[in-house]
């Protein structure tokens, strides 16, 4: 069956870009000049997805105002000239068909997953996760689906990360099938140095199937008290099979400052307007320290 359906987690407080996360959504933190949301939109969209949910909180309309249309810019910009700004902003918002729902309880990116059950129906979905952007030659929502396809089995996203890191993500069991395709067999989230199977943790993209919303339903909260979308994810595989894929591409992990300074500095390295002048900046700066 196509993959045709995304969705989008963004209902998190995002305590860790506290004091900005307070005011403004830390889904719509600029990555030079776009909404990090923006980048995930359009990864979904390349890797072609029609459908998009994004699962949003308290104080987060800013998310749905910006892919909506805006009459007041388009008015400006059309009188000014600014033709080029003008299609850029109708463009988003027709990129795809971007609907959606509040999580209305804090309660975990399983919870936030499982608000999606009637908008995924009976169809296999991808799952991008709103902290962490990708950027890759072959969108990783696109490279998922393509494992997908050939195995028609769920898939998650890995990355190997380091032992200081493993403990704060997920660790997962594997054999591997071929090349950057492994075959999961047990995953732990947030596991102590003792439990950790392997340093392969799912970052930020998983395609799953609609299976997973009865075991989401029936899931215990875990790790911080929340519904934990790897343990949710666990049990689908020990049921239908589970498939992991090594994808290509560098991910920031935008919960962190950290992530978003890096995030920032690649891009503005690549941006026709920034980049010679931040080259320039980065270069006297080396000097300086």
């Given at each position: 069956?196509?993959?045709?359906?995304?969705?989008?987690?963004?209902?998190?407080?995002?305590?860790?870009?506290?004091?900005?996360?307070?005011?403004?959504?830390?889904?719509?933190?600029?990555?030079?000049?776009?909404?990090?949301?923006?980048?995930?939109?359009?990864?979904?969209?390349?890797?072609?997805?029609?459908?998009?949910?994004?699962?949003?909180?308290r104080?987060?309309?800013?998310?749905?105002?910006?892919?909506?249309?805006?009459?007041?810019?388009?008015?400006?910009?059309?009188?000014?000239?600014?033709?080029?700004?003008?299609?850029?902003?109708?463009?988003?918002?027709?990129?795809?068909?971007?609907?959606?729902?509040?999580?209305?309880?804090?309660?975990?990116?399983?919870?936030?997953?499982?608000?999606?059950?009637?908008?995924?129906?009976?169809?296999?979905?991808?799952v991008?996760?709103?902290?962490?952007?990708?950027?890759?030659?072959?969108?990783?929502?696109?490279?998922?689906?393509?494992v997908?396809?050939?195995?028609?089995?769920?898939?998650?996203?890995?990355?190997?990360?380091?032992?200081?890191?493993?403990?704060?993500?997920?660790?997962?069991?594997?054999?591997?099938?071929?090349d950057?395709?492994?075959?999961?067999?047990?995953?732990?989230?947030?596991?102590?140095?003792?439990?950790?199977?392997?340093?392969?943790?799912?970052?930020g993209?998983?395609?799953?199937?609609?299976?997973?919303?009865?075991?989401?339903?029936?899931?215990?909260?875990?790790?911080?008290?929340?519904?934990?979308l790897?343990?949710?994810?666990?049990?689908?595989?020990?049921?239908?099979?589970?498939?992991?894929?090594?994808?290509?591409?560098?991910?920031?992990?935008?919960?962190?400052?950290?992530?978003?300074?890096?995030?920032?500095?690649?891009i503005?390295?690549?941006?026709?307007?920034?980049?010679?002048?931040?080259?320039?900046?980065?270069?006297?700066?080396?000097?300086?320290?």
């Amino acid at each position: 069956m196509k993959v045709t359906k995304a969705v989008i987690p963004a209902a998190g407080l995002g305590t860790r870009m506290l004091p900005i996360s307070k005011s403004v959504p830390k889904e719509m933190l600029p990555i030079v000049d776009k909404p990090a949301i923006q980048y995930l939109v359009e990864e979904a969209v390349a890797s072609g997805i029609t459908d998009i949910l994004i699962v949003t909180g308290r104080n987060k309309e800013a998310i749905e105002n910006h892919f909506d249309h805006s009459l007041e810019y388009y008015e400006r910009l059309e009188k000014s000239g600014k033709t080029k700004q003008l299609e850029e902003l109708k463009a988003i918002a027709d990129m795809a068909n971007i609907s959606f729902i509040r999580q209305k309880e804090a309660r975990g990116l399983g919870h936030a997953v499982l608000c999606a059950k009637t908008f995924v129906g009976n169809d296999p979905f991808a799952v991008l996760y709103g902290d962490d952007i990708i950027f890759s030659n072959t969108p990783v929502t696109k490279q998922l689906i393509d494992v997908y396809n050939k195995f028609t089995l769920p898939v998650v996203g890995v990355k190997k990360v380091t032992e200081e890191q493993i403990v704060k993500y997920c660790s997962l069991k594997v054999d591997s099938i071929e090349d950057n395709v492994y075959r999961v067999w047990d995953m732990i989230e947030k596991p102590t140095p003792d439990k950790v199977f392997s340093l392969l943790s799912i970052l930020g993209r998983v395609l799953l199937i609609p299976e997973i919303f009865p075991i989401l339903e029936k899931t215990a909260p875990g790790a911080g008290g929340e519904i934990q979308l790897t343990d949710a994810m666990c049990a689908l595989g020990k049921r239908y099979g589970m498939l992991a894929c090594e994808f290509e591409g560098t991910r920031y992990d935008l919960g962190s400052k950290l992530g978003f300074l890096l995030a920032n500095l690649d891009i503005g390295l690549e941006h026709p307007e920034t980049m010679a002048e931040l080259r320039k900046y980065i270069k006297a700066a080396a000097a300086r320290f």
